[in-house]
DNA sequence: CGGCACATTGATACCGATCAATCGGGGTGG
DNA sequence: CCACCCCGATTGATCGGTATCAATGTGCCG
């Protein structure tokens, strides 16, 4: 993704519909998928998208010629695996108004190494139907603990932007511990 | 893991565990988490176990001198993966019967592609408790939806081992689409 | 100006958590 | 060898968080 927002989702045969990852600029959609036969789920722009696409043979070139672009794509892959596991995690054990700030301090976080925050704002161009398929509730409720959030003051969400009123707040809310991110720079070889 | 089950989980402030992986035997644990600095969740074996190690120098060596060893890993890695945008999906969208059932035609089937299953039952060491935590639920709760499977017909647990009484029926509980574990031939090169 | 998607709020139902008690079996110490 | 104990399994009663159903508000776009 060079530009905009898309998210892994998969439709059950309900028709209900669970998101499983928010792919921002720079985030890699698939280095290998072409080992595997058969897509197993859909991916999907939410917004006017700038995509590049890399030829098998230019990616393998590129692979084995530069081992330190290698070694980068597989720590993204590594923080994205991080990423799933905390996914997880929040569906499993938290509660909805932690779910809710759990993502919104990741998806901040992640903005933000890329350069795409603004003091204490950032774009965030998902409706709430969006955010309830990505966390496993209903857009309803979502827009209840949103209410929750924004009369505690930790946070706000109006008209594709967030604002993180008290980030302290937020955090303790979410549990938030960002090591599953990996900012920190990664081991020297 | 050459033996023996493990897992992979992460212990919140509140004290809730939530597991976020099985590994059987033929499952890998970490090929490049070298590369990052820290580990963010814990390993933990629930069988007696064998496990190799490789050293850091050798898997290179290896990855780079047989390209089809690297690209099995490689696959093998892209299946971690789909199972665990299943796990999410499962959480977010599916009843705790649905839930429960889908981890069992998951577990059976990859029990079965390493040869670890007898003919309609395997050997499941995982307790109630275990069960709970990787599926975000109550170990009472579980047990429950234990007792109307069984009651249904579809499978039975008992100490240490899984029995599908109706597959079909399993499979229908679960919505179960077995496609994200690609056990069907990888694409050729 | 009309329509449509999204946001918001209220009332009610239900699934699964929680609290509590009992049971069963295997290992351990006396 | 037996009694005890402890952990996991099981069952019941109750509570609470989210889903569900329904209606209304709001802003954007054609």
Redesign the pocket.
């Known amino acids: 993704m060079l530009e905009g927002w898309a998210c892994r989702y998969k439709i059950l045969p309900s028709g209900t519909r669970q998101i499983m990852a928010f792919l921002m600029p720079g985030d890699a959609c698939d280095l290998h998928i072409k080992l595997l036969a058969e897509m197993d789920h859909s991916i999907q722009t939410l917004t006017p998208a700038m995509v590049a696409t890399v030829s098998r043979a230019d990616m393998q070139a590129l692979m084995s010629g530069h081992p330190n672009v290698a070694r980068a794509m597989y720590s993204a892959q590594l923080v994205d695996e991080g990423i799933m596991r905390a996914w997880i995690v929040s569906m499993g054990r938290r ?3 932690e779910r809710v700030a759990h993502l919104i301090c990741e998806l901040y976080l992640r903005a933000r190494t890329i350069g795409l925050t603004g003091d204490d704002e950032f774009a965030l161009p998902l ?3 969006l955010l ?1 398929d990505a966390l ?12 929750e959030l924004r009369l505690a003051g930790a946070m706000a ?3 594709g932007s967030a604002t993180i009123l008290d980030p302290v707040k937020l955090i303790q809310i979410a549990g938030f511990n960002e090591n599953y991110l990996h900012r920190r720079l990664r081991k020297a070889l």
Chains 1, 2 share one sequence.
Not at 136 to 147: C, E, F, P, Q, S
Request: zero cysteines; hydrophobic letters at 50%; charged letters at 15%.
């Open positions: 509660s909805s108004v409706s709430q139907l309830a496993g509730m209903t857009a309803v409720h979502i827009n209840r603990v949103l209410k969400l109006a008209r």
